[in-house]
């Protein structure tokens, strides 16, 4: 069965310092997609990035940019430069192709202290 | 604003009672997801409409059911009601399958008393 593991339940930095986020994913099946989601304060939770399986190229966008490697099993998320924006809880998501079971990790709050 | 709206916002109830949250997804998307997140289960997927039809289920109590109608907004029903059932339920929707990116509404939180 597909396991979304965040082992870093909490993090705290100060503004401009770099985080990374870990990830790590169980599946069976060779198609699957990875998400990042975001929930800031207020409750709702933002859409980051998507990434299927047959793509390993990494992703940037501004101060996000994230490390897929299908060799550890791993889809980690580094925020360059933290700003106190980026305070939240960030939560990590596997869907396998023929499962529409999307199964989210159990989050890392991040606190971005200025 | 992620287009997907949820109604309502905040639901006080106690324990026996019966309700129902409401959700409608963007403009176009054909499915609609139900997300439970509390404390100590975390985030979890009750289930999951495409056009009508019941399309995937996850850890959904046999005391909630889940229906989507033809203009695509859908209703969960949530009945006899335990102080457990607190949390904040969320739907999500998306052009189809789950391999699609999700957009979240902005959640109802319900408390049961």
């Known amino acids: 069965a597909q396991k979304v593991t965040q082992a870093q339940t909490e993090i705290s930095v100060v503004e401009k310092e770099d985080v990374t986020l870990d990830c790590v994913y169980e599946?069976?099946?060779?198609?699957?997609?990875l998400f990042w989601y975001k929930q800031p304060p207020s409750g709702e939770l933002v859409f980051l990035i998507r990434?299927?399986?047959?793509?390993?190229q990494n992703e940037i966008s501004g101060r996000y940019s994230w490390n897929f490697q299908k060799s550890t099993s791993s889809f980690n998320f580094t925020i360059t430069a933290s700003q106190v924006v980026d305070s939240a809880v960030y939560f990590c998501?596997?869907?396998?192709?023929?499962?529409?079971?999307?199964?989210f990790g159990a989050g890392t709050r991040l606190t971005v202290k200025p | 604003d992620s287009g997907v709206t949820q109604t309502p916002k905040h639901l006080i109830t106690a324990t026996g009672q019966r309700v129902t949250l409401r959700c409608s997804p963007r403009?176009?998307?054909?499915?609609v997801y139900w997300y439970q997140q509390s404390l100590d289960q975390g985030l979890q997927f009750l289930i999951q409409?495409?056009?009508?039809?019941?399309?995937a289920k996850g850890n959904i109590l046999e005391r909630f059911s889940a229906q989507q109608f033809p203009d695509l907004h859908s209703e969960l029903n949530l009945s006899s009601l335990e102080l457990g059932d607190s949390a904040l339920y969320f739907c999500?929707?998306?052009?189809?399958?789950?391999?699609?990116?999700?957009?979240f509404g902005p959640g109802t939180r319900l408390t049961v008393l």
């Open positions: 403009s176009g998307d054909l499915s």
């Open positions: 599946t069976r099946d060779t198609t699957y997609y």
């Open positions: 409409y495409y056009n009508g039809e019941e399309r």
């Open positions: 998501a596997l869907s396998e192709a023929y499962n529409n079971d999307m199964r």
């Open positions: 999500a929707s998306s052009p189809s399958g789950s391999y699609n990116e999700q957009f």
């Open positions: 990434r299927n399986s047959f793509d390993e």
